[in-house]
């Protein structure tokens, strides 16, 4: 594939934390998904952004993490292998002065008011205007911890003196306690030049508190569900320092931590029993650096509503369609196909809420109710209280419809392509692509296991029964005696590429990141523009 990763993206430390994990080579096919070039829809989402979150090792080798801002439009990307940023770095960064002198870093851009994000390494060096970065490794992330914010900017006033310890005061350890978003930093600089080599700055986020102090000098991390490529936890298995940063979102405050972790792989007695690792940390310096930044947040928590489970209906095997209603009984947002719907809930045992995002299932433009189709994880902490606590009645809390996964454009032929519960949006975009006009040409493809697990069919049957310019096919991996399908086997590019004509389609992809990555590695390589390929990625390794 042009512009891939030839190389195994992934470093020894890497890889033994997924073997470690039980998660399997990740390098066969994650490497095609980790590219060595910023898309052209993450270099516009980074150009957009406000600030960055930048990770690095100071001159004495400790890690740190920084948030970068500048003015209005201050980030640009010359080219898909570069951005630059025209601001100066405060003398008091823990980071300045290797940041003017060039080296390594590791970078995440997120949206804290639409939950999107991306990560990337590279080599930061001083211009005549600001900073040059080049692009090492790129990687894409799922919303699943971020908390909404939305931000304003101030003037930037005079730089207060930064305070530097060794451990933690007593008001730093409240704002650790009241935070539920920080950014972690770490590095691997073993080897030869390779595109694993450099840092890589993270996105961690929880219930208020989820970090916990035990003391001034040591913090306990919980790991979560992920994306299974560990890049955090391989770092640290070949090197233990880490740096941490936490925002004070009403102040610009950052408070940078730097010390050593270790990774415990199965916690016991954790304060966080969602948690499926446990990264501890010892405390070898701290920076408070009071009104750091230029830029305010506010949370997004007025902008819930109530919604009551108006009905449940189970749709297949371990998948459940929840229907929901404004408990005010005042009309709902609207919403765009492809989108989801975040939501809030307090599980009996669990210190704070737990928030998760759902795609939209159901026809888009209602008001009057929203359905949820989602599919029981035995490992996830909150399909399984929907699907074994939530009854009629229930009420949970959600915000408004959200995401940037929608049909990119009004005539072209779509072609919709899931697997498993992928296929809830894809059911939406159905729905919209029919009652827009019923004449551009879309290809309805699923992937399941069997006819048990796979849900939604009756609908999408008689959605396609009246919509002549419309067609469907269904894969089935492991069928059942008597299911009625198309091909036995997955999904795979070559399959949709035999049906799929002229040059104009946009393929709209959602499934597990393993999924997402074999088919869009294999459309790329058959010459299908990237620009017309997008993709959702769903589940606890989403």
């Known amino acids: 594939m042009a512009d891939a990763l030839v190389e195994n993206p992934f470093h020894t430390g890497e890889r033994e934390a997924q073997e470690r ?138 730089p207060v003196a930064a305070e530097k310890s060794s451990q933690l005061s007593r008001s730093q350890i409240a704002l650790i306690q009241r935070s539920d978003t920080m950014f972690i930093g770490s590095g691997h600089q073993q080897g030869a030049d390779v595109p694993s080599r450099g840092y890589d700055a993270s996105h961690r986020g929880g219930a208020p508190g989820f970090v916990h102090v035990s003391d001034a000098g040591h913090l306990h ?74 830029l305010r947040w506010a949370k997004q928590d007025h902008l819930t509503r109530r919604l009551k489970v108006a009905r449940r209906v189970k749709e297949a095997k371990d998948i459940t369609s929840f229907y929901l209603s404004p408990a005010d009984g005042k009309p709902l947002h609207s919403f765009e196909a492809g989108q ?33 189709s989602i599919k029981r994880e035995e490992k996830g902490l909150v399909s399984r209280f929907f699907h074994d606590e939530l009854r009629e009645g229930s009420v949970i809390e959600a915000s408004n419809p959200a995401g940037d996964f929608v049909i990119p454009c009004s005539k072209c032929p779509l072609v919709l392509v899931s697997a498993g519960v992928g296929v809830t949006p894809m059911v939406s975009m159905l729905h919209a692509a029919k009652a827009a006009n019923g004449a551009r040409p879309v290809w309805f493809v699923h992937g399941a296991r069997n006819g048990q697990e796979h849900a939604l069919r009756n609908e999408v049957d008689w959605l396609l029964a009246d919509f002549p310019a419309a067609q469907q096919h269904i894969f089935y991996s492991r069928p059942n005696t008597g299911d009625t399908f198309d091909k036995n086997g997955r999904i795979t590019a070559a399959a949709l590429l035999e ?38 990625m769903f589940g606890p390794s989403a």
């Open 21 to 158: 994990a039980g998660v399997g080579d990740m390098s066969e096919w994650a490497g095609g998904f980790i590219r060595d070039y910023l898309p052209e829809q993450h270099r516009e989402f980074h150009t957009s952004q406000p600030f960055l979150v930048v990770a690095g090792a100071d001159s004495d080798g400790r890690t740190w993490v920084t948030l970068v801002d500048g003015d209005e439009g201050f980030i640009r990307s010359p080219d898909k292998r570069s951005l630059t940023l025209n601001t100066q770095i405060d003398d008091q960064d823990p980071l300045a002065d290797v940041f003017n002198a060039g080296t390594d870093v590791g970078v995440v851009g997120i949206e804290l008011a639409t939950r999107r994000r991306n990560r990337f390494s590279g080599h930061i060096r001083k211009s005549a205007d600001g900073y040059d970065i080049d692009i090492r490794q790129t990687f894409g992330n799922c919303p699943q911890y971020i908390h909404e914010r939305a931000w304003t900017r101030v003037e930037r006033g005079i």
């Open 221 to 294: 991390i919980p790991d979560y569900a992920g994306n299974n490529l560990f890049n955090t936890i391989g770092n640290l298995i070949t090197d233990p320092h880490v740096g941490l940063v936490f925002v004070d979102f009403e102040t610009g405050g950052l408070l940078h931590v730097s010390g050593r972790a270790t990774v415990d792989w199965q916690p016991k007695n954790a304060h966080d029993p969602d948690a499926w690792r446990m990264i501890n940390v010892e405390i070898d310096a701290v920076v408070a650096r009071p009104g750091a930044v230029s």
């Open 340 to 372: 989801h719907l975040p939501i809030e809930i307090q599980i009996p045992g669990q210190v704070g809420t737990s928030k998760r995002s759902y795609s939209l299932s159901g026809a888009p433009g209602s008001t009057s109710g929203y359905r949820l």
């Open 499 to 536: 049906m799929v004509t002229g040059p104009d389609a946009h393929f709209m992809l959602c499934g597990s990141a393993r999924f997402l990555s074999e088919i869009t590695n294999d459309l790329e390589a058959a010459g299908i523009p990237a620009a017309n390929i997008h993709s959702e």
